[in-house]
Structure formats: C-alpha cells, structure tokens
C-alpha cells in the first residue's frame, strides 16, 4: 500500500505566488519537512495548534516576497488555527530550512529557529 498524498488548503496570489497550508499533523511534517524548498518562508502560530504554511515563489523565480506578501500568508497561518476569532494574531515565521523536528517528537511538532514575528489578523486572500 503507497502513502497516502498529502492534502493541503492552497491559495494562489498575484504574480504566480502559492500559499499551502497542512489539513492534519502529519501533512504539517510532510509539508514543512519533506516538501518546502530551503528558502521558502514557513508560517504557524504561535503557541496554539494549526497549520502550518508555506509561501511558495512562482515556478523557476529567485525573487523574494515583499512584506505584504510575507503578511498575507502569515494570516492564513491564523486563519488556520485555533486562533481564528481571536483578533491580532502572533504568528511564527521562519525560512523553511530553520524548521527541524526533533527527536521523538510526535506528528506536526517542530522547532524553529531565526524566528520572525508578525500581528496580523486571520483572513484567507481574495
């Protein structure tokens, strides 16, 4: 029997951009730690469960995002989590290749490091 795919939420932004987020703990790792490239962004909140979620440039570009970019999929972060009515929201942010699991640990815990932190609402793109 193969694995099965993982299932991500996915939301596409102007200028070819992507944002996916996990739908469960195990598609969290397999997102964070198998999937994201070593310098995409990486998005959860922090201290309550949800998704985690990465920022994915367009196919084959070098560009970085610019802040409201870095914003927008910070709030879906929040959007999926337990966070969601809870106003401003603080929410982790990291390159990818700063995201490791650490020994033992159980499905979708991870650590961080070279955090960045944003206060953003929770809200999906339009």
Do not use: C
């Amino acid at each position: 029997m193969k694995p099965e795919e993982p299932k991500f939420y996915e939301y596409l932004l102007p200028g070819g951009w992507m944002i996916l987020a996990g739908r469960s703990e195990k598609d969290n790792d397999r997102l964070s730690l198998k999937i994201a490239n070593a310098n995409e962004w990486w998005f959860h909140v922090r201290g309550m469960p949800g998704s985690h979620v990465i920022l994915r440039p367009p196919e084959g570009s070098k560009e970085s995002p610019d802040k409201e970019m870095l914003k927008q999929a910070a709030a879906v972060a929040a959007w999926h989590s337990k966070a969601r009515s809870g106003g401003v929201v603080a929410v982790s942010a990291t390159l990818a290749k700063f995201v490791s699991k650490p020994r033992g640990a159980k499905p979708g815990t991870v650590s961080i490091r070279k955090e960045t932190v944003f206060k953003v609402r929770p809200d999906l793109p339009t």
